[in-house]
C-alpha cells in the first residue's frame, strides 16, 4: 500500500511538472501578445497600410530607382508591437521572403530610435553603427523575437492574422526603409518599414507610403529640410559628412531620394 501511493504520489509530480512545461512553452510563444484591442486604433488598418504601399510599389525603375520589385510592409505602435504586416505581389512568395522580418525591424528600429521632437530613419543610421561608429553595437542590442518572426502558419504571413501581429518583433536594422509615423497632429504614433528591393528603393518606397497615409508629419530629422530623408554624403571627404550618411545604390534613386521633402513633403496634410 505504502509503495502504491508513493507511485501515485511520484505520477502526480511528474504529470505536475509536465504540465507546467506545457504551460511555459505556451507562454514562451504567446508571452509578448498585446491584449489591449486598442493598441493599434492611432495606426493605419492593415488594409489602409496595402492600399498605399502597392499605389506606390512595384514601379519602374525610372520611378523609384532599384529594381522594381514587389514589396512588403509592417507597421508597429509606439511600443514595439505589430499592428500589421502587408505585401504588394499576387501572393507570399511575390517578394523575398526574408523581407516580411526585415520590414518588421525597419519599422521597429525607426520607432525605437525617433523622439515626439526628432525623427531618425533606419537609413540615418548606418554610418554611425559601423566599426568605429559613435553607434557601433546598436544593431545587437534588440534582437527580434524569433517567436514572433517564424510562429505559425506561413499561408498567414502577410494577412490581417499574420502571427507577428499583435506581439513586440524587436529588432534593429540600420539601413534604408523604415521611417517614424507621425499623425496630423505631429504626434509620434509608431514606425514603418518597408522591404523587398535595394536599400536605397526601400526608403523612397517608405517615404512614400507614409505620405500617402498622411503619417509624416516629422518635427524634425538630420536630412535635408530638417527631415529624416537619407543623406547620400558618403562621396564627400570625411570631413564635409554628416555622420547619418548612407551609401548610394543607382543614380536613379539618388536623384529621386533627393527630391523627396520637395515631391512629398513632410508636414500636416489635409
Not at 508571452?31 to 488598418?45: K, R, T, V
Not at 510592409?73 to 512568395?93: E, H, L, S
Not at 545587437?140 to 502558419?153: C, F, I, L, M, Q
Not at 501581429?165 to 509608431?190: E, P
Request: charged letters at 15%; a neutral charge; aromatic letters at 6%.
Amino acid at each position: 500500500m505504502t509503495r502504491r501511493m508513493i507511485l501515485v504520489g511520484h505520477l502526480a509530480i511528474v504529470t505536475g511538472a509536465l504540465a507546467a512545461g506545457i504551460l511555459l512553452a505556451d507562454d514562451k510563444g504567446k508571452g509578448n501578445q498585446d491584449n489591449d484591442a486598442n493598441a493599434c486604433s492611432a495606426l493605419p488598418s492593415f488594409s489602409d497600410l496595402k492600399a498605399a504601399l502597392k499605389s506606390v510599389a512595384p514601379q519602374p525603375k525610372s520611378v523609384n530607382g532599384g529594381l522594381g520589385f514587389n514589396m512588403w510592409g509592417t507597421i508597429v505602435n509606439r511600443d514595439g508591437i505589430v499592428c500589421a504586416v502587408v505585401f504588394t505581389g499576387a501572393d507570399r512568395q511575390s517578394q523575398w521572403p526574408g523581407s516580411r522580418v526585415i520590414s518588421a525591424q525597419k519599422a521597429n528600429t525607426a520607432n525605437a530610435f525617433s523622439l515626439p521632437g526628432f525623427a531618425l530613419s533606419t537609413a540615418n543610421l548606418y554610418t554611425a553603427v559601423q566599426p568605429g561608429g559613435t553607434l557601433f553595437g546598436l544593431q545587437e542590442s534588440n534582437p527580434v523575437s524569433t517567436d514572433a518572426a517564424y510562429d505559425g502558419n506561413a499561408a498567414n504571413y502577410g494577412q490581417p492574422n499574420d502571427p507577428m501581429v499583435g506581439r513586440k518583433i524587436g529588432g534593429i536594422n540600420v539601413f534604408g526603409g523604415g521611417l517614424a509615423l507621425y499623425n496630423k497632429t505631429g504626434t509620434l504614433v509608431g514606425g514603418l518599414g518597408v522591404s523587398g528591393d535595394t536599400s536605397c528603393t526601400d526608403h523612397i518606397v517608405a517615404w512614400k507610403t507614409r505620405h500617402a497615409l498622411n503619417f509624416d508629419d516629422v518635427p524634425a530629422g538630420v536630412g535635408a529640410s530638417n527631415t529624416d530623408n537619407m543623406i547620400n554624403d558618403l562621396n564627400l571627404p570625411p570631413a564635409m559628412q554628416s555622420g547619418f550618411g548612407h551609401p548610394t545604390c543607382d543614380s536613379t534613386a539618388t536623384t529621386v531620394t533627393a527630391g523627396l521633402p520637395t515631391n512629398f513633403p513632410v508636414g500636416p496634410n489635409p
